[in-house]
């Protein structure tokens, strides 16, 4: 992927400040092992997962039957390449419960994605998977610098999306007071982080600026707020919208990745000591890289489609499941377990634009870097006869003058970084949808 490895993030060095590592007597143990131990681990744990897989479920009984694969072929982890990949079409087709392993008395809960564009993908767990679910999202928020007794304020949404459940089970199993706010009604949320005064909360990064503007609307300086930890994610977001985050709020903004297919938030979370992208708990989740094109693996550090095979899962296991996000695989550096680099887009955000590939990220960097501009913006995609056009849509911030300069600057900035001409319309504080969970970035106006 050489035109998409120019545009990603820089590798950030890692800004280590021990003083804010969890005491290392709290970590599980897995996250204490060496490189061998886990490799041992999780060639077993693999070996039972596609046994698992290939008995249980008929879809993947057929791919290995049809790539002429018997599961007592798969012995050591270079055997993950052989195998045939899920994607959610595979988990479409097999609607709603045609993907699970075990009896349906045997699940416990069920989630499933939205669902925009046709059948939602359904996902299920036992009450062994609720269990380690729940072990691996303490786990992450442990790593991002939440500790027991911490009050927490829950602002995922609850339902079927897995954002806020599964946020729940973690602050709970580790130990910290819930609070189930889940997502919008926005004023009333500031009121009771002024009244209970929570030390962490959860949402998605644009919530949070949601929560910070209506802060402000309310007249209150948000960096005096209680909260000292925001752990965020279920959307792509940037190194620039963590010092936005940050600076905004006076908090820690750290990054928490994960999706509902392989077991919902908590796959991996960013370690406070380093901040320096999640660390993806391998015990579980195995990662690959592969070149989103050609589907081969690529070595660690390459960018490219994360792929994940789970490990441990009973309800509904998945081998070589393509999460459509991109990213690339870095070494330990907190812990020995592999990290990602933050998730530069998925594929199916990624814009076109006259031949050169665009991501949402991409913008939020250069218009997070303009003064004057606030952090909410919207891209917009028409066409005008054959050429394709997009418009970069952002608020002035309030009492700011000079739009036409600021508008400018952002062309010129998109021009030069990304190689392709935007229209930019600077528009009224508080004019543009605010996010109240997943923020809908793209308008594609062409059909
Ligand atoms: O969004 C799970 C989650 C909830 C993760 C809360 C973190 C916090 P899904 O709805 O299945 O699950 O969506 C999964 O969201 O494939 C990514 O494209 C995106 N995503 C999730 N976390 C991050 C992140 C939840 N930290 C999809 N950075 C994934 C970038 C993320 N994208």
Same mark, same amino acid.
């Given at each position: &992927?050489? =035109?998409?490895?120019?545009?990603?993030?820089?590798?950030?060095?890692?800004?280590?400040?021990? =003083?804010?590592?969890?005491?290392?007597?709290?970590? !599980?143990?897995?996250?204490? *092992?060496?490189?061998?131990?886990?490799?041992?681990?999780?060639?077993?744990?693999?070996?039972?997962?596609?046994? %698992?897989?290939? =008995?249980?479920?008929?879809?993947?009984?057929?791919?290995?039957?049809?790539?002429?694969?018997?599961?007592? !072929?798969?012995?050591?982890?270079?055997?993950?390449?052989?195998?045939?990949?899920?994607?959610?079409?595979?988990?479409?087709?097999?609607?709603?419960?045609? *993907?699970?392993?075990?009896?349906?008395?045997?699940?416990?809960?069920?989630?499933?994605?939205?669902?925009?564009?046709?059948?939602?993908?359904?996902?299920?767990?036992?009450?062994?998977?609720?269990? &380690?679910?729940?072990?691996?999202?303490?786990?992450?928020?442990?790593?991002?610098?939440?500790?027991?007794?911490?009050? $927490?304020?829950?602002?995922?949404?609850?339902?079927?999306?897995?954002?806020?459940?599964?946020?729940?089970?973690?602050?709970?199993?580790?130990?910290?007071?819930?609070?189930?706010?889940?997502?919008?009604?926005?004023?009333?949320?500031?009121?009771? /982080?002024?009244?209970?005064?929570?030390?962490? /909360?959860?949402?998605?990064?644009?919530? *949070?600026?949601?929560?910070?503007?209506? &802060?402000?609307?309310?007249?209150?300086?948000?960096?005096?707020?209680? &909260?000292?930890?925001?752990?965020?994610? +279920?959307?792509?977001?940037?190194?620039?919208?963590?010092? #936005?985050?940050?600076?905004?709020?006076?908090? %820690?903004?750290?990054?928490?990745?994960?999706?509902?297919?392989?077991?919902?938030?908590?796959?991996?979370?960013?370690?406070?000591?380093?901040?320096?992208?999640?660390?993806?708990?391998?015990?579980?989740?195995?990662?690959?890289?592969?070149?989103?094109?050609?589907?081969?693996?690529?070595? !660690?550090?390459?960018?490219?489609?994360?792929?994940?095979?789970?490990?441990? @899962?009973?309800?509904?296991?998945?081998?070589?499941?393509?999460? @459509?996000?991109?990213?690339?695989?870095?070494?330990?550096?907190?812990?020995?377990?592999?990290? /990602?680099?933050?998730?530069?887009?998925?594929?199916?955000? *990624?814009?076109?634009?006259?031949?050169?590939?665009?991501?949402?990220?991409?913008?939020?960097?250069?218009?997070?870097?303009?003064?004057?501009?606030?952090?909410?913006?919207?891209?917009?995609?028409?066409?005008?006869?054959?050429?394709?056009?997009?418009?970069? @849509?952002? #608020?002035?911030?309030?009492?700011?003058?000079?739009?036409?300069?600021?508008?400018?600057?952002? +062309?010129?900035?998109?021009?030069?970084? /990304?190689?392709?001409?935007?229209? $930019?319309?600077?528009?009224?504080?508080?004019?543009?949808?605010?996010?109240?969970?997943?923020?809908?970035?793209?308008?594609?106006?062409?059909?």
């Amino acid at each position: &992927m050489s =035109t998409d490895a120019q545009s990603a993030p820089a590798a950030r060095t890692p800004v280590v400040d021990p =003083t804010l590592a969890p005491d290392p007597a709290t970590l !599980d143990a897995a996250e204490r *092992m060496s490189r061998d131990e886990l490799t041992a681990l999780q060639t077993e744990r693999l070996a039972q997962t596609v046994r %698992h897989a290939y =008995t249980g479920v008929a879809h993947y009984r057929a791919a290995f039957d049809d790539a002429g694969i018997d599961p007592s !072929d798969v012995t050591e982890l270079a055997d993950l390449a052989g195998l045939p990949m899920t994607s959610k079409e595979d988990l479409r087709q097999n609607y709603p419960f045609g *993907m699970f392993a075990v009896p349906r008395e045997q699940v416990s809960r069920i989630h499933a994605s939205s669902g925009t564009t046709g059948r939602p993908t359904v996902v299920g767990y036992t009450r062994q998977d609720l269990e &380690m679910w729940a072990a691996v999202g303490a786990r992450s928020l442990r790593a991002a610098g939440v500790r027991p007794a911490d009050l $927490v304020h829950n602002a995922y949404g609850y339902g079927l999306f897995t954002g806020g459940l599964g946020a729940h089970a973690a602050a709970e199993t580790l130990g910290c007071t819930v609070i189930p706010i889940s997502g919008g009604m926005t004023a009333r949320q500031v009121q009771l /982080i002024g009244d209970f005064r929570p030390d962490v /909360i959860l949402c998605t990064p644009t919530y *949070m600026l949601t929560i910070i503007d209506a &802060m402000r609307d309310a007249g209150l300086d948000p960096r005096e707020s209680s &909260m000292r930890i925001g752990v965020f994610g +279920a959307e792509p977001w940037t190194e620039a919208m963590r010092q #936005e985050l940050e600076t905004s709020a006076g908090i %820690h903004a750290l990054d928490i990745y994960g999706l509902s297919e392989v077991i919902g938030p908590g796959v991996g979370c960013e370690c406070i000591e380093t901040k320096d992208g999640p660390t993806i708990w391998e015990d579980h989740f195995y990662p690959e890289i592969l070149d989103p094109i050609t589907g081969v693996p690529l070595p !660690d550090g390459e960018l490219g489609e994360l792929v994940f095979t789970s490990l441990t @899962k009973q309800a509904m296991p998945v081998i070589r499941y393509r999460t @459509k996000d991109l990213t690339r695989l870095l070494p330990g550096v907190a812990r020995p377990m592999r990290r /990602i680099d933050r998730i530069s887009g998925r594929t199916d955000d *990624m814009i076109i634009l006259r031949g050169v590939n665009v991501f949402p990220t991409q913008i939020e960097e250069i218009v997070l870097a303009q003064p004057g501009l606030s952090p909410h913006f919207q891209l917009e995609l028409s066409r005008s006869g054959r050429m394709d056009e997009m418009t970069v @849509k952002v #608020e002035a911030e309030a009492g700011h003058t000079d739009r036409d300069s600021a508008a400018r600057a952002v +062309a010129h900035e998109i021009k030069e970084r /990304i190689g392709v001409t935007a229209a $930019v319309q600077v528009v009224d504080h508080a004019s543009l949808e605010r996010s109240a969970g997943k923020l809908r970035r793209i308008y594609d106006l062409r059909s």
